[in-house]
């Protein structure tokens, strides 16, 4: 299993976390990650969904995105994205944050 992944299991194994949240790594390479947990919970359509994003560096020192999401109490689905720059790497983070907004998630920043 790669870095990424495990990063991901971590980010995403909720067995660990007892307030519920996502429970991701709070460090990578002496460098802090910057963690962002999203939220839809709607019971009528029962819809509970969780959403996050992990900021950090791939071994090579790039900067990249750590995407997980997939059902409340479920295992993950997880996504590494590279970028060449920080500049590139913040207008992905927006463009994601800002869709996940207009489908109804909500959560800390």
Known sequence: ??????????????????????GGPKSFGG???????LKLVDAIRNRHRQYGIT???????????IIAWGRIGNRCR??????????????????LLRRRRQHGYVGEV
């Open 1 to 22: 299993m790669g870095l990424s992944a495990q990063l991901g299991a971590k980010l995403c194994n909720n067995r660990g976390a007892r307030d519920g949240s996502l």
């Open 31 to 37: 460098e802090a990650l910057v963690d962002i947990e």
């Open 55 to 65: 900021e950090g560096r791939t071994l090579f020192g790039e900067p990249c995105l």
């Open 78 to 95: 997880v996504r590494t994205e590279v970028f060449s720059s920080r500049g590139d790497l913040a207008r992905r983070r927006d463009e």
